[in-house]
């Protein structure tokens, strides 16, 4: 299921740098239970990430529910 296409905001783990990214369209993987995101997240200090090399902030944790709440 497609969710919004949405902006999140993380905290990279490398450099500690908080971001906005624009993630497009969110989808919850059903084996893993783990969002998907549309396009690539980008550390504007370190480049391209995986969502294990970043957190969720608290705003980004209430946009995440928000962009998956009808799925």
Not at 50 to 71: K, P, R
Request: negative net charge; contains cysteine.
């Amino acid at each position: 299921m497609i969710g919004l296409k949405m902006k999140i905001n993380f905290e990279c783990k490398s450099c500690h740098k908080i971001f906005d990214n624009e993630v497009g369209r969110v989808s919850i993987n059903e084996e893993t239970m783990r969002p998907d995101f549309e396009k690539k997240i980008l550390c504007p200090s370190c480049g391209e990430k995986t969502i294990d090399d970043v957190l969720l902030t608290e705003l980004g944790q209430s946009q995440l529910t928000e962009a998956t709440w009808d799925l």
